[in-house]
């Protein structure tokens, strides 16, 4: 079971906003900045936001992300079919001295 | 470019070590300003963060406290590479495992990974 809590589906049509929430608690999402990965099939995790709220170089805009107390949320607005992966929420955790994954949330574009 | 090349067996009996090797280039692992890190992804454990090594002044490392037993990460700052040791693997050891990078940039964040080695635990 893992650290953070994520909802494991999630779904939209293309155009749709869609928000995956990624819940967590005082040593990890309340102590700390919270980073979003896209994974597609086979392939490493790429990261999409950092410290919250910041995209790399080469996200495109309609990602986005927030925090507030122990929970973190990422957007996705203009959903588009290529958006269709899975996403994971990752912290630091002071108690554990370590970091923390969500469980993931596998996005379906129908 | 920083990338990270991963190299090591895809089979391990059980009981034997896992050892994987990440190969670094465009940085230095024993940069100040980043922290090289093993994690593993399988089914049924999901995303797990095994631990990390990094350099400030001197060599610290930390591991995940449900394997602080059995690992080790270590640094070769001659072939700027960092390596994992994970002893007396079970099946349930069976996982992709990725190195990657965290950089210190305000907050921590892995930026990059290595390819990825799927390592299977059996006989």
């Known amino acids: 079971q893992s650290v953070l809590t994520q909802p494991p589906s999630a779904s939209g049509t293309p155009g749709q906003r869609v928000t995956i929430s990624c819940s967590g608690s005082s040593s990890n999402i309340g102590a700390n900045t919270v980073n979003w990965y896209q994974q597609f099939p086979g392939t490493a995790p790429k990261l999409v936001i950092y410290i919250n709220n910041l995209r790399p170089s080469g996200v495109p805009d309609r990602f986005s992300g927030s925090k507030s107390g122990t929970s973190a949320s990422l957007a996705i607005s203009g959903l588009q079919s290529e958006d269709e992966a899975d996403y994971y929420c990752v912290a630091w955790d002071d108690s554990l001295n370590g970091w923390v994954f969500g469980g993931g949330t596998k996005l379906t574009v129908l | 470019q920083v990338q990270l090349q991963q190299s090591g067996p895809g089979l391990v009996k059980p009981s034997q070590t896992l050892s994987l090797t990440c190969a670094i280039s465009?940085?230095?692992?024993?940069?100040?300003?980043?922290?090289w890190n093993w994690i593993r992804q399988s089914p049924s454990r999901g995303l797990e963060w095994l631990g990390r090594?990094?350099?400030?002044?001197?060599?610290?490392?930390d591991y995940a406290v449900s394997l602080k037993d059995r690992i080790i990460i270590n640094a070769d700052t001659a072939k700027d590479h960092f390596s994992l040791h994970l002893t007396s693997v079970t099946p349930e050891d069976t996982a992709v495992y990725y190195c990657?990078?965290?950089?210190?940039?305000?907050?921590?964040?892995?930026?990059?990974w290595g390819q990825g080695t799927l390592v299977t635990v059996s006989s």
């Open positions: 990657t990078r965290a950089v210190a940039d305000g907050a921590h964040y892995f930026d990059r």
């Open positions: 090594t990094y350099y400030r002044s001197k060599w610290y490392n």
């Open positions: 465009g940085d230095s692992v024993s940069s100040n300003s980043a922290a």
